[in-house]
């Protein structure tokens, strides 16, 4: 687990580079898309799995899609020390060349769960949302996300009594960049 975060760290960092260089030199890189979002989920399963958020995200662009890729989130549980990282395939789009006001963020894949036990939760990972621009340049976007994610999560029986009977749906607000 830590090599994979590892190589997501890594690879971030290198389109990081590659995207501060000057201008001239990143023309081949017009069509690369990376971004971060911050924010918070709040559990409404009734797990106590409500939790604050960082996603990183990288992948394909052009005048209709915002970003078509892979990105990485790290969940961290407020009410306790669960953990989850789900990793997703995502398309991020207004479905239209022109300048709009909102689109839509769709993420599907896989999350890996560490739930305070020895046993982990791993699941399926779906998201859905809706995105407001709130400051759109050529080179840099921000944006307001309210979503709707899906977290599949297994019964846990460490404790002598199912835990988790419920799998996670959460509402999510974030806000984030991308370049």
């Known amino acids: 687990m830590k090599n994979f975060i590892t190589t997501i760290a890594a690879l971030i960092l290198a389109a990081t580079c590659h995207a501060a260089q000057p201008a001239g030199q990143t023309q081949g890189l017009r069509h690369f898309a990376w971004g971060v979002d911050v924010g918070s989920s709040i559990d409404l399963s009734g797990n106590d799995l409500s939790s604050l958020d960082i996603s990183t995200y990288f992948g394909y662009k052009n005048s209709v899609i915002r970003t078509l890729g892979v990105g990485v989130d790290l969940r961290n549980s407020l009410g306790n020390s669960c ?55 050529p080179k840099v976007k921000s944006h307001i996300i309210l979503s709707y994610s899906y977290q599949e999560l297994k019964p846990d029986m460490a404790l002598g009594f199912p835990r988790f009977t419920h799998s996670l749906s959460a509402m999510s607000v974030k806000i984030g960049v991308n370049f």
């Open 83 to 137: 953990t989850m990282i789900p990793v997703y395939a995502m398309l991020r789009t207004n479905f239209s060349s022109a300048v709009t006001l909102c689109f839509a963020d769709i993420r599907s894949g896989y999350s890996f769960n560490s739930l305070n036990t020895t046993d982990s939760s791993n699941g399926l990972f779906l998201s859905a949302g809706l995105g407001f621009n709130l400051y759109t340049s």
